[in-house]
């Protein structure tokens, strides 16, 4: 089901036309990278005041504060440029297992965001200049450091073609994983 | 004389062994983009904050003090990183303008991180002005900018 949009998403003028670009797809993709030192690079900033590895002498809330919009603005640009590197490839992406790796990270990063606002997040005006912060938060911290750092190498890896559908013989769990239609 | 130097990175064991590993390269590169993330978070931190944005309730001198062992600690995994990426492809380097850019704007990039922004952020508040703070935060976030785009762009090339 999916496959067929995407095989149709391929074929539309402007997605045949950034896959074909000689600089616009390039720019897209360098975007798309730099902006890994705003996006990731703050929300690195704030997990690593939670674990206490860096910025202790700064108060969790105002770290959070004011590091926060700079980490929403950097997420805005990543998933502006990524859905438009997506569009130029539908369907190689969709069936790269780097690439679906790196979409279930993303969702059990976005799950530990949630799960960590909702919880222990909730007692920051508590924790006021203390250095180090209670387990929860500091477990929430490496799980972020730990899922982020998965999801940029996953996403590097969306380059490399090993186990392109179009590269046969794969195994049948390269096959299945990826979602290859092999005949 | 230059092509000769580059020439012998090109063919010294660390390079030969990344150039024909196919998981080396990949690998020391997936490093070198989350040294980018430190490098680079700690870059906006503290320019940001010279600029009035971000964690602007702190003192710059703190900003900077914590902002700088992040600075060191990035920049180690770059080059620990990025020089086994330049000897697996020297000569493809030799011949890239965008990476004779990236080099040429890293070391000027790497001094004023040291010296100039160093004692911008450090000095007493009132003996600096807020022109002075812009203008250490535009170059700076000038040629770091210029460093990872061209370097980024050496890949395209």
Not at chain 1, 84 to 106: E, G, H
Not at chain 1, 144 to 150: E, F
Not at chain 2, 105 to 133: H, K, S, W
Not at chain 2, 139 to 146: C, E, N, P, R, Y
Request: glycine share 8%; hydrophobic share 55%; with cysteine.
């Amino acid at each position: 089901m999916l496959l067929t949009i995407f095989q149709r998403m391929a074929e539309t003028p402007w997605s045949v036309a950034l896959h074909e670009s000689l600089w616009v797809w390039p720019l897209i993709e360098s975007t798309h990278v730099l902006t890994l030192a705003l996006f990731a690079g703050t929300a690195m900033l704030f997990d690593l005041r939670l674990t206490g590895r860096a910025l202790t002498s700064m108060p969790t809330a105002t770290v959070m504060a004011r590091l926060l919009p700079l980490t929403r603005l950097g997420f805005v640009l990543m998933v502006a440029t990524g859905l438009l590197l997506f569009y130029a490839s539908p369907v190689r992406n969709y069936q790269n297992i780097f690439f679906r790796t790196k979409m279930l990270l993303m969702v059990l990063a976005g799950l530990n965001v949630w799960l960590f606002h909702n919880g222990i997040y909730r007692r920051v005006h508590e924790w006021g200049h203390a250095a180090e912060l209670p387990r929860a938060a500091r477990m929430a911290g490496w799980a972020s450091l730990l899922l982020w750092t998965g999801v940029i190498v996953t996403g590097r890896l969306v380059a490399y073609n090993w186990f392109d559908c179009d590269i046969q013989p794969q195994s049948a769990f390269v096959n299945w994983a990826a979602g290859c239609v092999v005949p | 004389m230059l092509l000769t130097f580059f020439e012998w990175c090109e063919a010294t064991v660390l390079g030969e062994t990344i150039r024909t590993s196919l998981w080396l390269f990949p690998a020391i590169e997936c490093v070198h983009l989350l040294g980018l993330v430190m490098l680079g978070g700690s870059v906006l931190m503290v320019d940001l904050r010279l600029l009035g944005v971000g964690l602007r309730e702190q003192p710059i001198a703190q900003v900077a003090d914590a902002g700088h062992r992040l600075l060191t600690t990035g920049l180690i995994i770059m080059l620990a990183t990025g020089i086994p990426l330049f000897l697996s492809e020297a000569i493809k380097c030799y011949y890239s303008p965008s990476f004779w850019v990236k080099i040429l704007t890293l070391l000027p990039a790497i001094a004023f991180a040291l010296t100039v922004r160093r004692r911008v952020t450090g000095a007493d508040p009132a003996t600096v002005n807020d022109r002075q703070r812009t203008l250490t935060a535009v170059a700076s976030l000038g040629l770091w900018f210029t460093v990872a785009a061209a370097g980024r762009w050496i890949g395209f090339s």
